[in-house]
């Protein structure tokens, strides 16, 4: 965690950063708090939490702790001079902005601080990660083999949680997508009450967390002969996630990833049905930075070795159904590692 504060310190632009945002504190400070304020200048910093978390966190916290009260930060910056004083513009409530204008004179907006250094994962990081997936991948097993004329959504979605928080997991990355038949249509459907029926066209997509970081996959399974359409669908998006892949490596821009897949929907004509982005970051949240698409703020954003992010194209046609194929990716000094079989 000294290492991270460090980091960040040299980053400074302002006399001290304030951060509140629970998954970065978190990351420097190994705390889980649902509130909580840090703030550090050039070479001091300080953590302050209230009477919940002041036991732990003093036992544990590599840095100084001090209880959280009215006045505690304000004097704390005042001790430390403190005349500029960032925050994170992205988290920040304009509640929370005019308790900030009693801590310094001038306040500087900074979007995201941790943003740059959660980006490239840390060994110790990649190894959550590959436990995270490996116990997604273990659930997703578990639940194919429970596939059966009459389960619903419900129940499948209902197992894979059982299944991974019995092995594990501290939660879930999100609520599970368990879609059967023509409710595979739909990106983000919410498992109901639909039965499996033969034929069917299954979609799951599910995570488990694991040391606080969190695993993503999507992948198709077939209960019968579902609709030839679709089946072809399925290869096409296996093809762009294939033509996607090779295009990972060190130096290479966020677009061309997400270009490569879309070139394979345009050559089948299909393009249309692709609508979402390619993938986005994962980490201890389960969007992170960047986000793989060709537009948007993060298209130019070059790959470096150490980002793990997702590659999840999708074909999806109303009252046929939709199909999607995930993985989680990590960019290596030669190319590129999948964490899933």
Known sequence: MKTRISALQQRLTTDALLIENPVDLLYLTGLSLSKGVFVLTKHESCLFVDGRYIAVAQNTAAVPVVLLEKNSVSGWCSQHKVKTLGFDSAWTTVEQLEVLNTYAEKLVPVSKPCKPLRVVKEVRELTALRKAADLTWAGLQHVLGLLREGITELELAWAFETYVRTHGASGLSFEPIVAFGKNSAFPHHRAGNTKLQKNDLVLIDVGAIVDSYRGDLTRVHSFGSPDPKLLQMLE???????????????????????????????????????????????????HEFPSIKKSGPDAHVKLEAGMVFTLEPGLYQPGLGGVRWEDIVLVTATGVERLYP
């Open 236 to 286: 096409w998006t296996k093809q762009a996630q294939a033509a996607a892949l090779q295009k990972v490596k060190p130096g290479a821009r966020v677009e061309e990833l997400d270009v490569a897949a879309r070139a394979v929907f345009a050559r089948h004509g299909v393009e249309p049905l692709f609508s979402h982005g390619l993938g986005h970051g994962i980490g201890l949240e389960t």
